[in-house]
């Protein structure tokens, strides 16, 4: 695990443990997941954020007019203590962690299901029940759409990935053909 990892874990554990007091742990992480697609998407703000000429006061007083009302006061009091701390380039891994971390907690866990084509939400359901089977955790789905699979699927829960796409039992099948 990177330093920043580290570091952001640490952060992630103390907003978790404020957001378990309240009851907020899934507004909290929905909240760190939207401010982190909200940074993806204006690298511009990212770079403002981070620059360092700009000071840390006028960088707080940015996060809050940005997100002010839109977020509750424990992800503000995050954000503001990052930018103090001169650590901004943390959020985003923030809001990995904290995932990780309220995942864990709550006995669940995320997998993302590559298929050449949109599941429906029955497949998602039926997907998500084998799987929670298999790890003994509730699964959240997040399906990606990739056609170079052919059909099939694939699932990734943490690091390990389950391949029933097409595409790969054929790749399976020429490494054998390969061997022999």
Avoid: C, W
């Avoid at 990177?2 to 309240?22: G, I, M, Q």
């Avoid at 940005?66 to 985003?92: D, H, M, P, Y």
């Avoid at 298929?115 to 359901?125: L, N």
């Amino acid at each position: 695990m990177s330093k920043e990892a580290v570091v952001a874990k640490r952060y992630a554990k103390a907003l978790f443990e404020v957001a378990r007091e309240h009851g907020k742990i899934a507004d909290v992480e929905q909240e760190l997941q939207a401010i982190d697609q909200a940074l993806r998407e204006n690298p511009d703000y990212v770079r403002v954020l981070e620059h360092p000429n700009i000071a840390a006061s006028n960088k707080v007083s940015l996060l809050q007019q940005v997100f002010q009302g839109k977020v509750s006061e424990e992800v503000q009091n995050t954000l503001q203590l990052l930018v103090e701390r001169g650590r901004e380039a943390l959020i985003s891994e923030l809001a990995t962690q904290f995932s990780s971390i309220a995942n864990d907690a709550l006995g669940q866990a995320q997998a993302k299901v590559y298929t050449a084509r949109p599941v429906t939400a029955a497949e998602s359901d039926r997907i998500a029940a084998i799987f929670g089977q298999l790890t003994g955790k509730k699964i959240r789905i997040e399906n990606i759409v990739d056609p170079s699979l052919l059909g099939g699927l694939q699932v990734r829960i943490g690091d390990r990935l389950y391949d029933g796409s097409l595409s790969g039992q054929l790749q399976r099948m020429e490494r054998m053909l390969n061997q022999a």
